[in-house]
């Protein structure tokens, strides 16, 4: 509908908040109405919670809306890192598996106070790659940090990502054979004030309340916490012998199934560390990359 404006000391501004008397106390009204041609029309409603907003990759800024006091974090998560390759051996007495990649700390439905008009900052941190390592480390990366403050406000979460799984004691064709090590999980800091009780009005008008927001990965208001560590493969004993690769941490408290470990090795999904290669087991030995960050978000103003 179209904005709201009252006259005050002279200038019309626009109204975000309008409160009446009602038994001696002032309230403030959900909706205005005017009678236009005599017929009472609509004029004004309470701020109603805006439509969902993903941010996938890089970094920027947005604003807080006019009206809007709190932002919804359905989903936040840091990077994945990416999994180990697996390796085989020439008559070294046993084979070596990649193990799998941690995941990002993570944020679902919690909400947080923010001053309307105020500028927020975001980074979404980037998908860990594959260390493609035989007998000593190649390349690879941690998962990206997540995180969002405010120009006003001051930081509000940082969700750092999961680390790459690494090789901690180099092997050799003939010998000896890698000692290895999973991806650590990232780790949650919460600096912004959390909202835990109030009402609010969503897209249709209707006032919920903050506990009804349930849609984020984990399905519980008011979550967040550290990643996971990737499932930790070492060796088998014997020539030729066959060993799977380690799944990748996984995001959200485990309801984000981190990348599979060859064989049927996948990459890691929304902060989800990336699986480990095989050796002598089907799949090949080639490791994963693990699940990119996310910030799903939406301004409310709660009541």
Same mark, same amino acid.
């Given at each position: 509908m179209a904005n709201t404006y009252a006259k005050v000391s002279g200038t019309f501004q626009e109204i975000e908040n309008a409160y009446g008397k009602v038994s001696g106390?002032?309230?403030e009204a959900d909706e205005i109405y005017a009678k236009v041609s005599g017929?009472?029309?609509?004029?004004?409603?309470?701020f109603t919670a805006t439509s969902f907003s993903t941010l996938s990759s890089g970094s920027g800024t947005f604003s807080v809306p006019n009206g809007a006091n709190a932002i919804h974090i359905q989903a936040g998560v840091g990077g994945g890192g990416g999994g180990l390759r697996g390796v085989d051996y020439d008559k070294a007495g046993g084979e070596s598996a990649g193990s799998g990649g941690g995941s990002g700390a993570f944020v679902s439905d919690k909400i947080f106070s923010v001053v309307q008009g105020e500028t927020l $900052?975001?980074?979404?941190?980037?998908?860990? $790659?594959?260390n493609q390592g035989g007998y000593s480390n190649s390349g690879g990366s941690n998962g990206g $940090?997540?995180?969002?403050?405010? !120009?006003?406000? &001051? !930081?509000? =979460?940082t969700l750092t990502g999961g680390t790459k799984a690494t090789i901690t004691s180099n092997g050799g064709v003939q010998g000896p054979l890698r000692q290895n090590t999973n991806g650590v999980a990232g780790t949650a800091t919460i600096s912004g004030s959390s909202i835990t009780s109030g009402t =609010? *009005?969503?897209? !249709?008008?209707?006032? *919920?309340?903050?506990? !009804?927001?349930?849609? &984020?990965?984990?399905?519980? =208001?008011n979550q967040s916490g550290n990643g996971a560590n990737g499932t930790l493969k070492g060796n088998c004993g014997g020539d030729n012998c066959a060993i799977t690769g380690g799944d990748g941490g996984a995001s959200f408290s485990g309801n984000i199934a981190g990348g599979s470990g060859a064989p049927g090795v996948s990459n890691g999904t929304r902060g989800s560390g990336g699986g480990g290669g095989s050796s002598n087991n089907g799949g090949g030995p080639t490791p994963s990359n693990g699940g990119s960050g996310q910030i799903i978000y939406r301004f409310i103003r709660v009541q």
């Open positions: 106390t002032w309230q017929t009472w029309q609509l004029v004004f409603v309470a $900052t975001y980074a979404v941190g980037s998908a860990g $790659t594959a $940090t997540t995180s969002l403050s405010g !120009s006003t406000t &001051g !930081s509000i =979460f =609010f *009005k969503n897209s !249709s008008g209707t006032t *919920k309340n903050v506990t !009804s927001n349930t849609s &984020g990965p984990v399905g519980s =208001f």
